[in-house]
């Protein structure tokens, strides 16, 4: 089972910004894709952003494009972020980071991703 460690969430009011972190265990070979989704309570989980293992393809949700940016560690560690900018209230969510062997685009579905982290908490305040 691959653990995932996220960090980074907390209260921030509207406007502001926060960034996550997740780090995956190391490997040798191809680095894990990985992603970000978010649950509101009564909602399903949804998708936010990915990044393929050379962190050179991203895609995003419509609602954070231009706002969110994922990235990766340039090391051989499989650590993932997701700068978020202009953070709105209906942002908050709980923030749940997600890796796979596989990448692509239309690969934005929950099970799409074969491996969890705990998720953290992000609340903006209006």
């Known amino acids: 089972q691959v653990q995932l460690v996220e960090s980074g969430g907390g209260l921030v009011q509207a406007g502001g910004s926060l960034r996550l972190s997740c780090s995956a265990p190391e490997r040798t070979g191809t680095k894990y894709a990985m992603g970000w989704f978010r649950q509101t309570p009564g909602n399903e989980r949804e998708f936010v952003a990915a990044?393929?293992?050379?962190?050179?393809?991203?895609?995003y949700a419509d609602l954070v494009e231009g706002r969110f940016t994922i990235s990766r560690d340039s090391s051989a560690k499989n650590t993932a972020y997701l700068q978020m900018n202009d953070l709105k209230p209906e942002d908050t969510a709980v923030y749940y980071c997600?890796?796979?062997?596989?990448?692509?685009?239309?690969?934005?579905?929950?099970?799409?991703?074969?491996?969890w982290g705990q998720g953290t908490q992000v609340t903006v305040s209006s």
């Open positions: 997600a890796a796979d062997d596989w990448y692509g685009k239309g690969r934005t579905r929950e099970t799409d991703f074969g491996f």
């Open positions: 990044v393929n293992g050379r962190g050179d393809s991203a895609m």
